[in-house]
């Protein structure tokens, strides 16, 4: 989305700068800054200012500002009070520009690999832009929506919660037309305190929706179905396995762990060969087909963008070590459900020996001991060997070892009869483990 700078400074209360800068883009990172963006510094664990410099040094244009003096004149600036508000701000105005189906994705579990598909599906059809990752907070949201095109007609923000009221923000800033409610898990609840708190956050994306909006609600999930009653759209669609407005039933996983399965949906019935891998990602993808339904895809192009969808890094990847071994590697998250779910997946596949080579699962409050003694004790009943890297938690019965070296050794030389899932929390990094295989073939 382009802008000049007479316009980035009308947004932020400052219309006396000039009208002949082009901004083509906006981003707080400095290393990542392309010619001509709005570098705009955030203040966390390190001032954003302090990479200004770097930041027209790799092409910026201009920059925002809380300090009172300019860090770099070699390019314009703009003063404001809080350079995050400001963000918020630039999204707002950005989604007043755009003329398209916003959808807003949230949930407990599945709402990156939900985005992801939606992006497939509604992309044979129309120009669709959605955010980059799990780009999904109050940085991310505006990012998303200053990064769309102008001739983007559906535009997916996945939202993440922190707190009751996260969501609400996020869709002041959204403004979703669309909304998409996956499940809610008893995750984060270090955070949220409870299951129902849970429920409380993320329904609140129901609740933003205008009148002549769409809400798509996980019918296998009670406490998701049940956000209807708090939505003042006109229209709900549900989906779910064997029930639903959207349905997908008869799902055969193949030796490559991607499904097919019958989807019935409103506009009709059709087979589905999914190009992702896991069972679990038939939900998935039924609630990425209800948005193509709500936007009006075609049949034939929902199945066709699900037949070949690129999911965000780490997320039920699965490839072949040189010597033959299955990897996969889902390390970019985890709580008990979606550990639950890649069990399931490693379970399925063809193979002599199985291991699970396991991270801590962050922010579980109160339930952290039993929730990991859970996973380890759900795979340890299926046959699999459990490897718990820096994890206590997961208790007796599972080999502990403390670093991704320690994980290499321990799986030993790895042929073409075993197969390895890789999953963990983000903090636990397990996405170089799965890297470190596939290179080297796990050779100790």
């Given at each position: 989305m382009?802008?000049?700078?007479q316009e980035?400074g009308?947004?932020l209360s400052?219309?006396h700068l000039p009208?002949?800068i082009?901004?083509t883009?906006?981003?707080?990172?400095?290393?990542?800054?392309?010619p001509g963006?709005?570098?705009?510094?955030?203040i966390a664990?390190?001032?954003?200012?302090?990479?200004v410099?770097?930041a027209?040094d790799?092409?910026a244009?201009?920059y925002l500002?809380s300090?009172?003096?300019?860090?770099?004149d070699?390019?314009?600036?703009?003063?404001?009070?809080?350079?995050s508000?400001a963000?918020l701000?630039?999204?707002?105005?950005a989604?007043?520009?755009?003329?398209?189906?916003v959808v807003?994705?949230t949930g407990?579990v599945g709402k990156?690999?939900?985005?992801?598909?939606?992006?497939?599906?509604?992309?044979?059809?129309?120009v669709?832009h959605?955010?980059?990752a799990s780009f999904?907070?109050?940085?991310?949201?505006?990012?998303?929506?200053?990064?769309?095109?102008e001739d983007?007609?559906?535009?997916?923000?996945?939202?993440?919660?922190?707190?009751?009221?996260?969501?609400?923000l996020l869709?002041g800033?959204?403004?979703?037309m669309?909304?998409v409610?996956?499940?809610v898990?008893?995750?984060?609840?270090?955070?949220?305190?409870?299951?129902?708190q849970?429920?409380?956050a993320?329904?609140?994306?129901a609740?933003a929706?205008?009148?002549?909006g769409?809400?798509?609600?996980?019918?296998?999930?009670p406490?998701v179905?049940a956000?209807?009653?708090?939505?003042?759209?006109?229209r709900t669609?549900s989906y779910g396995a064997?029930?639903g407005?959207?349905?997908f039933s008869n799902v055969?996983?193949?030796?490559?762990l991607k499904?097919?399965?019958d989807l019935?949906?409103?506009?009709?019935?059709a087979s589905?060969q999914l190009g992702?891998?896991?069972a679990?990602?038939?939900q998935?993808?039924?609630?990425?087909a209800?948005v193509g339904v709500?936007?009006?895809?075609?049949?034939?192009?929902i199945?066709?963008?699900?037949?070949a969808p690129?999911?965000?890094?780490h997320?039920?990847?699965?490839?072949?070590t040189?010597?033959?071994?299955?990897?996969?590697?889902?390390?970019?998250?985890?709580n008990p459900?979606?550990?639950?779910?890649?069990?399931?997946?490693?379970?399925?596949?063809?193979?002599d020996?199985?291991v699970?080579?396991l991270g801590?699962?962050?922010e579980?409050?109160?339930t952290?001991?039993?929730?990991h003694r859970?996973?380890?004790?759900?795979?340890?009943?299926?046959?699999?060997?459990v490897?718990?890297?820096?994890a206590p938690?997961?208790g007796?019965g599972?080999e502990?070892?403390?670093?991704i070296?320690s994980?290499?050794?321990?799986?030993?030389?790895?042929?073409?009869?075993?197969a390895?899932?890789?999953?963990?929390s983000r903090?636990?990094?397990?996405?170089?483990?799965?890297?470190?295989?596939l290179?080297d073939?796990?050779s100790s």
């Open positions: 382009r802008w000049s700078l980035i009308s947004v400052d219309p009208a002949d082009s901004i883009g906006v981003s707080i990172d400095s290393r990542a800054i392309t963006q709005l570098f705009v510094p955030i664990e390190r001032d954003g200012h302090e990479f410099s770097a027209i790799n092409g244009a201009a500002r300090q009172d003096q300019p860090i770099d070699r390019v314009p600036s703009i003063l404001v009070a809080d350079t508000m963000l701000e630039l999204g707002r105005a989604r007043n520009r755009l003329h398209a189906h807003g994705v407990s990156t690999s939900v985005k992801d598909m939606i992006r497939a599906v509604t992309s044979t059809h129309v669709t959605a955010n980059t999904n907070n109050e940085l991310g949201v505006p990012l998303t929506l200053l990064e769309a095109p983007a007609r559906v535009v997916v923000v996945e939202m993440g919660a922190r707190n009751v009221g996260h969501i609400e869709c800033i959204a403004r979703p669309i909304g409610i996956t499940r898990a008893a995750v984060h609840t270090e955070i949220f305190g409870s299951i129902e849970v429920a409380q993320k329904g609140e994306l609740e929706l205008p009148a002549e769409t809400l798509v609600l996980n019918a296998d999930d406490l179905l956000m209807a009653r708090r939505s003042g759209t006109h669609l064997e029930t407005d959207v349905r055969v996983v193949g030796d490559d499904p097919s399965f019935t949906t409103p506009i009709g019935t589905v992702v891998a896991g679990h990602m038939a998935n993808a039924a609630a990425a209800a709500a936007v009006g895809v075609p049949l034939d192009r199945v066709q963008g699900l037949s690129t999911l965000s890094p997320r039920m990847d699965v490839q072949r040189a010597a033959g071994a299955v990897i996969i590697n889902d390390a970019y998250n985890a459900t979606s550990m639950a779910a890649a069990i399931d997946a490693l379970v399925s596949l063809a193979a020996r199985r699970a080579v801590v699962m962050g579980l409050g109160e952290e001991a039993e929730d859970g996973v380890a004790q759900l795979a340890i009943a299926a046959g699999i060997d490897i718990a890297v820096d938690m997961y007796d599972v502990h070892v403390d670093s070296d994980a290499v050794h321990a799986l030993g030389d790895l042929g073409h009869t075993d390895v899932l890789v999953k963990g903090v636990a990094g397990l996405e170089r483990l799965a890297e470190r295989l290179v073939g796990a």
